[in-house]
């Protein structure tokens, strides 16, 4: 008993000093005009795409992107899974195809485009080797 208390304890303050990662776009931009932000949206092949990963880890997880973007930036991510096991809902999908349509015809990944309140592209990435300092300051130049 005192071991399942303490994994759920210890589940419930992990999950709380984590990033919120936005899935639906109009939830998004009510946040990010509620609170002055411009958005930050992720294309991302979270299963199957090297740099995407590699831009998951050295950027997006590092403590001073979290610590930055939780003041600054709205956070969105559309993710194309390829692994079965990884899918989507048909919904979600469906938004993130949509979303793909408008902001990453090109196909993309990792895509990293900043927008502002309204969902008005203002510039955009790739994964690029960089400390998270320099990246912030990459996506802080779009304007």
């Not at 759920?8 to 919120?20: M, P």
Request: aromatic share 12%; glycine share 4%.
């Amino acid at each position: 008993m005192r071991k399942t208390m303490f994994a759920i304890l210890v589940l419930a303050c992990a999950t709380g000093f984590g990033q919120e990662w936005n899935t639906n776009f109009e939830m998004a931009k009510k946040n990010a005009q509620e609170k002055k932000q411009k958005i930050i949206l992720v294309f991302s092949g979270s299963d199957w795409c090297a740099p995407c990963m590699k831009l998951e880890r050295e950027i997006w997880n590092s403590e001073t992107f979290k610590n930055y973007s939780k003041e600054n930036y709205t956070l969105l991510k559309a993710d194309f899974p390829k692994r079965k096991k990884n899918a989507l809902t048909a919904d979600l999908q469906d938004h993130n195809n949509q979303l793909a349509e408008r902001y990453n015809k090109n196909g993309f990944f990792p895509l990293v485009v900043v927008l502002d309140e309204k969902g008005k592209a203002l510039g955009q990435v790739g994964y690029k080797k960089s400390t998270p300092r320099e990246y912030i300051e990459l996506i802080n130049s779009f304007q």
